[in-house]
Nanobody
């Protein structure tokens, strides 16, 4: 499966952004999907994830109440709605997929994901 993340940009603190991750190749609607982020010199960290049916979602503590993950299986796309952005949210954001079909999570670690997109830069100015 190929993943293409988009929607990043430069915003001010308090603004919102919606990231998209378009999938192609294998059957997207069977995959557990996640978003991670990474800043220079740091490990890639978990942000949010959603299972194949959207019945289960998972969030890092630092985004709870501000970010929301969703998916449209008919469009082979997963989204990350980011509200009340903070300067510390500045990072490259990556979408990823777990290869095990119909997996419902959780999956908080990068080595649980087999497929990765190329990343999209989010910069939040103060």
């Amino acid at each position: 499966v190929q993943l293409q993340a988009s929607g990043g940009g430069l915003v001010q603190a308090g603004d919102s952004l919606r990231l998209s991750c378009a999938a192609s190749g294998r059957t997207f609607d069977r995959f557990f999907m996640g978003w991670f982020r990474q800043t220079p010199g740091k490990e890639r960290e978990f942000v949010a994830a959603i299972n194949w049916s959207s019945s289960r979602t998972y969030y890092a503590d630092f985004v709870k109440g501000r970010f929301a993950i969703s998916r449209e299986n008919a469009k082979n796309t997963v989204y990350l709605q980011m509200n009340s952005l903070k300067p510390e949210d500045t990072a490259v954001y990556y979408c990823a997929a777990v290869a095990s079909e119909f997996y419902s999570g959780p999956a908080y670690y990068t080595d649980q994901y087999e497929y990765w997109g190329q990343g999209t830069q989010v910069t939040v100015s103060s």
